[in-house]
């Protein structure tokens, strides 16, 4: 039986882009600072934001609206306890009044007061095996979330989730088209060569596939390699 080509998973493929740095000044990059720099204008209270991506032990901070916001997810990652971490992680949510009374990650609490950040939100954005994010958004003063506030930080979680899924899968879109190109390639070789019709040509590449358990785009590219 013909197998499909394996097309990875469309979050996985965001994070790993994401996290190596590959994705930015792109559409993607450019949709995530769009909706961090949202947060800030239309989230009363907020006045710095990002995105944290964690993927195989590996994280960045992506689209922050300031330095600060780099380095106090570096300070959450070197002590491993903050807010984002934990939001990513665990919690579809995670709320912080004020940094200055917070008892849950004494340590980071205690450098962000310090760096003159009081209260955090954090949304969970992919609740998907070790593939984490979080949207998240810090003010200078603390301050109780109403429920408004925290609707528009769950919508522009939202988004960027469906940011982060849609652009990968307009590579994945790239990426069958180049398939099927490749297919078309091997199937005129094998016209020409054997001097067969298309149908015929196609018949042998599905029997090749299905013969050596190998997906139709590799056999195609081996054609086309060795003709």
């Given at each position: 039986m013909t197998q499909p080509v394996k097309v990875e998973d469309p979050i996985r493929s965001a994070m790993v882009e994401l996290i190596k740095g590959d994705a930015k000044d792109t559409a993607l990059e450019r949709t995530l600072a769009s909706i961090t720099g949202s947060?800030?204008?239309?989230?009363?209270?907020?006045?710095?934001?990002?995105?944290?991506?964690?993927?195989?032990?590996?994280?960045?901070?992506?689209?922050?609206?300031?330095a600060l916001i780099v380095e106090l997810d570096a300070a959450q990652l070197s002590l491993a306890q903050g807010p984002c971490l934990e939001a990513a992680a665990r919690g579809a949510m995670i709320r912080c009044t004020d940094m200055r009374d917070e008892h849950r990650w004494p340590a980071f609490a205690a450098v962000a007061a310090a760096a003159g950040v009081r209260g955090t939100l954090s949304y969970q954005l992919i609740p998907h095996h070790n593939q984490?994010?979080?949207?998240?958004?810090?003010?200078?003063?603390?301050?109780?979330?109403d429920r408004e506030s925290e609707a528009m930080g769950a919508l522009l979680a939202t988004m960027a989730t469906v940011a982060m899924m849609t652009a990968v899968s307009m590579e994945q879109f790239k990426t069958a088209l180049a398939g099927r190109d490749l297919i078309g390639q091997a199937k005129g070789i094998l016209m020409n060569h054997y001097t067969i019709d298309a149908d015929r040509a196609f018949g042998m590449l599905r029997e090749l596939s299905q013969t050596g358990n190998i997906p139709l785009?590799?056999?195609?590219?081996r054609i086309i390699d060795t003709f």
């Open positions: 947060a800030v204008e239309l989230i009363d209270g907020v006045d710095f934001a990002d995105v944290l991506v964690m993927h195989g032990g590996e994280a960045r901070s992506v689209a922050a609206t300031a984490l994010g979080a949207l998240n958004l810090f003010g200078r003063e603390p301050r109780t979330v785009r590799t056999i195609a590219q």
